[in-house]
């Protein structure tokens, strides 16, 4: 039995190139494949500067080549997405590599709610620092503020130690 041979799309013989028809055969089936240029080159006998300067003086060849390129890599999900439909693993796996963000391991870790602060230590705000805030806004008659909760045991924000409200006691 032989392998099947890749269909052959978009390999139009461009008269433009230098390079002989069945080096041009080759380079098509390797990016059918998926290669990267470089290794393309290699497979077809290519040097990959070779490569590059022909990519310079005819732009559709270049084209063409990641046509094809393309073409591998579209037939390659396809026959994944068909498969999947049949296995569930396969259909998870294609979900994780298609949709990391969604459907990774990192999507687990990342909080669906941006936590700003949780991890800046210059974001920590004491109760002290808001004492200070609301006495300054008092101070230049910004508003008042009704604080009900105690902090540290202490009403209207005065923490334990702060200074604030110790004389009052």
């Known amino acids: 039995m032989t392998a099947a041979q890749p269909v052959e799309r ?17 380079l098509l089936q390797a990016f059918d494949a998926g290669a990267p240029p470089l290794l393309a080159c290699q497979y077809a006998g290519v040097r990959f500067e070779v490569w590059l300067a022909e990519c310079r003086r005819t732009p559709e060849f270049e084209l063409v080549a990641q046509r094809v390129r393309a073409s591998g890599a579209i037939a390659c999900l396809m026959f994944i997405q068909q498969t999947a439909a049949t296995d569930w693993k396969v259909a998870a796996e294609f979900l994780k590599l298609a949709f990391p963000e969604f459907f990774g391991t990192r999507a687990r870790e990342m909080p669906s709610v941006e936590l700003i602060g949780d991890e800046d230590p210059e974001a920590d705000v004491s109760p002290d620092d808001v004492a200070a805030v609301l006495r300054i806004l ?15 045991g202490h009403p209207n924000g005065h923490a334990a130690g702060s200074g604030a409200g110790e004389a009052a006691e």
Not at 10 to 26: F, I, K, Y
Not at 138 to 152: K, S
């Open 138 to 152: 008092r101070a230049n008659g910004l508003g008042e503020v009704e604080l009900t909760a105690e902090v540290d």
């Open 10 to 26: 978009g390999t139009d013989w461009r008269s433009g190139t230098a390079l002989e028809p069945a080096t041009w055969h080759r």
